[in-house]
């Protein structure tokens, strides 16, 4: 069932209640008429609603909860410096990183260090954002050993000829890194627009770009950002139809109408010789697009009929209706050409529709003979009842194949919560998963303590940890932190 454009008004729906008397006392049952009723998965997985409302019974246990960390020992980057406006050296935030990673998804060595690119800018300035690289040798682990090789691309950079969206870039969002054959090294990432042709404010345009990034070692202890190649726009969203686009967000009267257009975070995988690009996207016209006839969709609730019946029910009348309507996040992929260009647009792996706008961090990996994909999402976010503001949590998934059928980790889709304060010091989020060579244990990573909160302490590679995988189940490893943004177990 295909819908072409949104729907503005809900969908009559009435319902008659049958009361029935027998065993056990009156029993009440939600009976359908006239209803619009449907069950349409378009052909991809779902995270549900009677999945996400049995989360917030499960987030307490050990088996999910991100450590607690000691706050008196956490460190800035002390090589995270860089310059605001008025080119004074400053400290810099550092918030979400991603590490150069091989085909396979375990942390590449560069010529014997680990690269991580991480989102840093100054505390004062939130529209300060660019890509660092920062280094590390492999056989080191302490926080202090991290490098800064500055920032990834040059103010100049972004006016590549006849690129359609880099010239009106304001800033650089998150994405990953891979370490090509030819032992290039490629990244990922997502071009941030602002402004518009004449330098008027637009809708935030958001754009999968890529880039060689060049490296040069002046001497045995030091990596250099030669400039970078190759830098050209990727994915635009395309026509709509399977992804939403800027213009659609544009025609819905942008943030006024309540929505949120992602199209941001790309994730490089190879399969069997293929290369794909996992993302953050929302759903097009033709696979389940948002609209009041999303509350009529079966397949985004999942349990029962009289489930379905009642809380649909329940979210026509709750305050939340507005933004489940608009809620149709996305993880997307594509698949691209050796040159790194789009060959062809494929179905989303997975989607959020009526549960939350905005699935971040799109993360895949092959491990035992099975992919896992996961994703980081905010309760502030969501429109379930029992998670709360203060809610961030990755989400996991597992299927077969790189293309799915994706079916939720823990039975309902939690890996991690974490619920402290967002002014808390220990505040995580970012949660990112690195597999590692051997063994069924991933090394989590993230960033810690939210910008501009406090003067001294700024934000900052956590502590890392470690999650256990077996087949699908997962649990954090108890007394496994380890230090501040490590990437691997064994050295």
Known sequence: ???????????????????????????????????????????????????????????NSPQFKVPQFNASAIKNINSAKGYDKSGNLIDLDVWDSWPLQNADGTAANYHGYHIVFALAGDPK?????????????????????????????????????????????????????????????????????????????????????????????????????????????????????????????????????????????????????????????????????????????????????????????????????????????????????????VKSVMKPLIASNTVTDEIERANIFKMNDKWYLFTDSRGSKMTIDGINDKDVYMLGFVADSLKGPFKPLNETGLVLNMNLDPADLTFTYSHFAIPQPEGNNVVITSYMTNRGFYPDKHSTFAPSFLLNIKGSNTSVVQNSILEQGQLTINQ
């Open 125 to 341: 300035n939130s529209d300060d954002t660019s890509i660092y690289l920062f280094y590390q040798k492999v056989s080191d682990t302490s926080i202090d050993s991290w490098k800064n090789a500055g920032r990834v691309f040059k103010d100049s950079d972004k006016f590549v000829p006849n690129d359609p969206y880099l010239k009106y870039q304001t800033q650089e969002w998150s994405g990953s890194a891979t370490l090509t054959k030819e032992g290039q090294v490629r990244l990922f990432y997502t071009d941030y627009s602002g402004t518009t042709e004449d330098g008027g404010t637009d809708a935030g345009n958001q754009v999968i770009t890529t880039a060689q990034v060049n490296l040069s070692q002046p001497d045995a202890a030091t990596l250099k950002v030669d400039g970078v190649s190759d830098h050209k726009s990727v994915f635009d969203g395309g026509d709509g139809t399977v992804y939403q686009n800027i213009q659609q967000f544009i025609d819905e009267d942008k943030w006024i109408s309540g929505d949120n257009h992602t199209l941001r975070d790309p994730h490089y995988v190879e399969d069997k010789g293929h290369k794909y690009l996992v993302f953050e996207a929302n759903t097009g016209t033709t696979d389940g697009y948002q609209g009041d006839q999303s509350f009529n969709n079966k397949a985004y609730y999942g349990g029962s009929d009289v489930f379905f019946q009642n809380e649909k029910n329940k979210l026509l009348q709750s305050p939340k209706k507005q933004i489940a309507s608009l809620a149709n996040g996305a993880l997307g992929i594509v698949e691209l050409n050796d040159d790194y260009t």
């Open 1 to 59: 069932m295909n819908f072409k454009r949104l729907t503005k008004k809900a969908a009559a729906v009435t319902f008659s209640t049958a009361i029935l008397v027998g065993a056990g006392g009156p029993k009440i049952f939600a009976q359908e008429m006239n209803s619009g009723d449907y069950k349409e998965d378009f052909g991809f997985a779902h995270i549900t609603r009677a999945d996400m409302l049995k989360i917030p019974g499960q987030q």
